[in-house]
């Protein structure tokens, strides 16, 4: 591709709300624990906004493309524990925008993890109890504007064309980290569910000349849309692509997803994610959530220990965030 990213981006708005780039460190004393690979991690977690996360990212495309629709609310939906809804509140809050979170299930008794922060963060929060929370945020859009707002909704996970832009930029900036640095990545594993951080991070990799593996760990069978989730990652893609002026078309093959360590379902945490969170907190000091980042992290662990990738090799987990949760799952922990 004949296209420089700084190019693309000077046609795109955004708003500033991470602090880029995010640090790439090396798990030395996991790899020997393992007896694996080299392990580097890209703290994703670390991007600032309201304790960060990998939607921070997205928002700052959503976010700016919300001031420019001339909105004065923005409306999204998630479970009761979602980063994204967490993210979008402070990233709300930051520019002045009202935020409506529409979350699913009926509203617990404990005030805690992303919840309270929703709460701190100062979002209006509907529940939907057994309905569809994509539904409920056209209905509270409606009655938005009927009070004369005039609202933005961001869809589950902010994973639209926009929002992706957020990973093709991480793709790239990740990619003149490793450059600079000398360091040769052969793997990329992370949590993958609304589809924007796995499809952004593949346009990015085309674009920047990644020719590595990049492995999305599912952690909620993929239910983007109707149809097999490659096949939304590739329409994603695609859309991504053209959004930023590029004319590729990606495909089903351009993406590798892990349906393996899917468990017991979205959310419910087993003791591939107790162990993973565990391993990587005593070895290395680092917190991951029990939602997204344990899985993925306990199936790379498993893939390490299955002989997956050989001792010379490098593999990066991409820490997306997600440790308020760990509140919210205090006592399955
Ligand atoms: C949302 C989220 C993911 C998944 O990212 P998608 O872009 O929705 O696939 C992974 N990890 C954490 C912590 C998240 O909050």
Redesign the pocket.
């Known amino acids: 591709m004949s296209i420089s990213l700084t190019e693309i981006l000077e046609h795109i708005s955004r708003v500033h709300l991470a602090q880029l780039p995010t640090p790439v460190q090396e798990l030395k004393r996991l790899s020997v624990d393992l007896a694996g690979p080299r392990i580097l991690i890209k703290r994703d977690?670390q991007t600032g906004l309201a304790f960060g996360?990998?939607?921070t990212r997205?928002l700052e495309f959503l976010i700016a493309d919300a001031l420019a629709c001339g909105a004065d609310t923005v409306i999204t939906a998630?479970a009761s524990q979602?980063?994204?809804c967490r993210?979008t509140a402070a990233a709300a809050a930051h520019v002045g925008l009202r935020c409506i979170l529409v979350l699913g299930g009926i509203e617990p008794q404990a005030q805690t993890g992303n919840l309270l922060l929703d709460n701190l963060l100062g979002a209006e929060i509907h529940w939907t109890g057994r309905e569809r929370r994509g539904e409920r945020m056209e209905e509270i859009a409606e009655a938005s504007r009927r009070k004369g707002h005039n609202p933005y909704i961001i869809p589950?996970?902010?994973?639209n064309a926009k929002?992706?832009i957020g990973?093709v930029v991480a793709m790239i900036e990740f990619l003149e980290q490793v450059s600079r640095e000398g360091r040769a990545v052969d793997s990329i594993v992370?949590?993958?569910?609304?589809?924007?951080?796995?499809?952004?991070l593949v346009v990015g990799a085309k674009l920047g000349g990644y020719e590595g593996k990049i492995i999305?760990v599912s952690?909620d069978k993929g239910e983007?849309g109707d149809l097999p989730y490659e096949l939304e990652l590739a329409k994603l893609g695609t859309e991504v692509a053209h959004e930023i002026g590029t004319s590729m078309d990606l495909t089903e093959a351009d993406f590798t997803v892990d349906f393996r360590y899917l468990g017991g379902g979205y959310g419910v945490v087993g003791a591939l994610e107790r162990k993973a969170i565990r391993l990587l907190a005593t070895t290395e000091g680092i917190l991951l959530?029990p939602?997204?980042?344990a899985r993925?992290f306990g199936g790379m662990i498993d893939m390490i220990k299955k002989g997956v990738f050989e001792p010379d090799e490098t593999v990066l987990f991409w820490?997306?965030?997600?440790?308020p949760?760990l509140f919210g799952y205090a006592r399955e922990l």
Do not use: E, I, L, W
């Open positions: 977690d996360g990998n939607k997205k998630g979602s980063n994204h993210q589950y996970g902010g994973s929002g992706a990973y992370f949590a993958s569910s609304s589809g924007g951080t796995q499809a952004g999305g952690v983007r959530d939602v997204y980042t993925a820490h997306t965030g997600g440790a949760a």
